[in-house]
């Protein structure tokens, strides 16, 4: 498979297995506390899975994505159209558009273009390679025309090559760095979204992705956490607590925090008719996150039965959105 890595991903996660008995039942833990859960406070962000083929197979890619995996097709335009319908009604401030690579999609220029017609920020979360450099005449009109409301986030694992290329596979790095520079240097707004290996410290890795920014003339403050977003890493299988109702009080948060509160994603799976609506990215295959047809049927509470509301959202604390 092309660009696929040759081993082990250098962000696998420590840990022993989760025993079977968490995350089973949503109400309860398996403790039989009372498992926590999210009202949607305001769809703030809603976003539009593209589909998951993607030039890359990066080796821990949540999504499952490949240049062969269509789990999700791609969404077309018309079903994209319902939703930002709803959106708008909705008093929704951004469109957040993911894969797979978006740029891969046919329909995605459209998309994109009736988005920021309608007045929405949009987010393009992407790889910066081929498939978005296809479409450099298109970004650049747009740019031109909507000026800060387009912001492209671009995936850079690591700000070594010798750990990008590790999960994104060999000759991943310069087209990367080279789809970012172009951005850059044509006055986009931009931001990265990196990792951290197991132990590297956050500020250690913002210090050395800001002499990568600097050394590449990339203008980008590392520093700015909304400009640089560095993920803590997610793996279902591996044990981790269950979140109770007791659990906002000790961490000192609050459900409105975290982001299924004021966000959702449209899913088009494969061998069904329409797409549905997911309480987030991050579980976009687990029927128990698809909450419905339109957004007004996802509208409701989310239980959070799943390691990655605990390992990601909850103790790791990360936001999708830039
Ligand atoms: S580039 Fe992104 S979507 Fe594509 S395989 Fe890698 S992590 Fe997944
Ligand atoms: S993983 Fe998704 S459903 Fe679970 S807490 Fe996070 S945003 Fe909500």
Redo the contacts with the bound molecule.
């Keep these: 498979m092309r660009n696929a890595p040759a081993g082990p991903s250098p962000f696998a996660v420590a840990g022993d297995l989760l025993p079977a008995e968490k995350f089973s039942d949503p109400q309860w833990t398996a403790k039989g506390e009372p498992r926590a859960s ?1 009202p949607l406070t305001k769809l703030d962000t809603l976003w539009l899975n593209t589909g998951t083929l993607c030039n890359l197979a990066c080796a821990t890619c949540y999504i499952e994505s490949s240049p062969t995996n269509d789990a999700l097709i791609y969404l077309a335009a018309s079903d994209a159209a319902r939703f930002l319908d709803e959106a708008e009604a909705m008093g929704t401030r951004e469109i957040g558009f993911t894969g797979g690579e978006p740029f891969m999609n046919p329909d995605f220029p459209t998309m994109l273009e009736d988005s920021l017609a309608r007045g929405f920020e949009v987010l393009i979360l992407t790889n910066a390679m081929r498939p978005m450099r296809r479409h450099e005449a298109l970004l650049l009109k747009l740019r031109q025309a909507y000026g800060e409301k387009l912001t492209l986030r671009v995936s850079l694992d690591h700000h070594s090559r010798t750990v990008h290329e590790g999960e994104r596979g060999a000759n991943s790095w310069a087209p990367a760095m080279a789809g970012l520079e172009w951005l850059s240097a044509h006055g986009f707004s931009i931001a990265v979204a990196g990792r951290l290996l197991p132990l590297e410290g956050e500020q250690d890795a913002r210090t050395a992705y800001a002499r990568l920014f600097e050394a590449e003339g990339i203008g980008i403050d590392a520093y700015d956490p909304a400009r640089l977003v560095l993920f803590p890493e997610m793996d279902a299988g591996k044990d981790i607590a269950e ?1 109770t109702t007791a659990c906002w009080d000790i961490l000192g948060k609050s459900p409105s925090d ?4 004021t ?1 959702r994603m449209v899913v088009h799976r494969k061998g069904e008719d329409a797409p549905q609506v997911a ?5 976009p295959h687990h029927p128990e ?1 698809l909450l419905g047809g339109t957004l007004a049927e996802a509208s409701c509470d ?1 239980a ?3 390691p ?3 390992r ?3 103790l790791g604390g990360a936001s ?1 959105s830039a």
Aim: with cysteine; aromatic share 8%.
């Design positions: 999210v979140i975290i982001m299924c509160a966000s309480a987030c990215t991050l579980i996150f989310v959070l039965n799943h990655h509301c605990a990601f959202c909850v999708c």
